[in-house]
C-alpha cells in the first residue's frame, strides 16, 4: 500500500542504530526525505550512507544530542520544515534504585521524557499551520509491564506517555497525530546490554540466559528492527490521521493482558 508520504521532510532521532534506524529506512524506502539524527558520527555517516543506496528520497544527517538545547537547535537547522518527527533517545541503564541518585532521575527525565516533549513543542505548530503532521514516540512496554531493573525509564517513559495522552487529544483536528511505539524485546545493542545485567544478577552466562529468556516470548524471538520501522512508517502515513494518542506495543505477546 502507497502510504503517500513520498516527499514529506521527517527528523528521526538516535538514527544511527537500533530502531531509530529501522524507523529511517521504512520511511526511505516510502520516498521520505530523512533527516538522520544522532551523537556519533562515524555510526552516523555510516547509517546515511546505507540509507542513500536505497533511498527513494533524499537522506541527510546532523551530528546532534537532542537531549541538549545546542543539540535541538542544530538538528532542526538541518530540517527546518519537519512533516514527521520520530522521537528516540537511548535509555538510561538498568539497576537498583537504591543506588540511584537525584541526579540519575534528572538525566533520564530530561533524556526520555523532555527533551521529546521539548522537540514536540518546537515542531507542532507549523505542523498545525500545515495541516500535517505525525509525530512517533518510541517508548518502551515498560510502560505497559514496568520492568524492575529498568526503574529510570519506567519511570521517565511513563511521564511522557501521560503527557501525550492529552496533547494528541487536543491537536487530532488539525490531521496531526501523536502515538507512541513500546518495544519490547528487540534485537538490539540496547537488549543486549540489558541481558548482560541480568545475566550477572542470575549468577549465569549470557548465551544461556538470552536462549532462556526468548522462550519466556510467545513468539519465541526477539523482534527485528525492521518489523519496528515498519510499523513506525505505518503510523506516519496520510491515511492515519484517525489514529493518534495511542501506545502500540510491539513485543511479541510478552505482556499477557487483555488491555
Keep these: 500500500m502507497d502510504l503517500n508520504i513520498a516527499g514529506k521532510q521527517a527528523l528521526v532521532c538516535g538514527a544511527s542504530k537500533g530502531l531509530g534506524f529501522a524507523c529511517a529506512r521504512a520511511l526511505v524506502q516510502e520516498g521520505v526525505n530523512v533527516t538522520l539524527v544522532a551523537r556519533t558520527e562515524s555510526t552516523l555517516q555510516q547509517a546515511a550512507e546505507n540509507l542513500q543506496a536505497i533511498a527513494a528520497g533524499n537522506v541527510q544527517y546532523v551530528v546532534a544530542d537532542v537531549t541538549t538545547p545546542e543539540g535541538r537547535e542544530r538538528a532542526l537547522q538541518a530540517c527546518r520544515q519537519v512533516d514527521i518527527l520520530v522521537n528516540n533517545a537511548g ?24 527533551s521529546a516533549i521539548e522537540l514536540i513543542r518546537l515542531t507542532l505548530d507549523p505542523m498545525i499551520q500545515n495541516r500535517f503532521g505525525r509525530i512517533v514516540n518510541i517508548t518502551s512496554s515498560a510502560v505497559k509491564a514496568p520492568i524492575a531493573v529498568l526503574g529510570l525509564s519506567n519511570g521517565a517513559r511513563a511521564g511522557l506517555t501521560g503527557f501525550v495522552a492529552g496533547l494528541a487529544r487536543d491537536v487530532a483536528q488539525h490531521n496531526v497525530t501523536i502515538n507512541n511505539l513500546l518495544p519490547g524485546f528487540f534485537d538490539t545493542d540496547r537488549l543486549s546490554n540489558t541481558l548482560n545485567y541480568m545475566a550477572q544478577q542470575a549468577g549465569t552466562q549470557v548465551d544461556g540466559f538470552r536462549q532462556q529468556h526468548q522462550q519466556t516470548i510467545p513468539a519465541h524471538r526477539y523482534g527485528k528492527p525492521e518489523e519496528f520501522g515498519m510499523m513506525c512508517a505505518s503510523l506516519c502515513s496520510a491515511h492515519a490521521g484517525y489514529l493518534t494518542g495511542q501506545n502500540i506495543l510491539l513485543d511479541g505477546g510478552f505482556y499477557p493482558g487483555t488491555f
Aim: glycine share 8%; charged share 25%; net charge negative.
Design 91 to 114: 535509555g538510561p541503564p538498568p539497576g537498583d534504585f537504591r543506588q540511584w541518585s537525584l541526579e540519575d532521575w534528572a538525566k533520564a527525565l530530561n533524556d526520555n521524557m523532555l
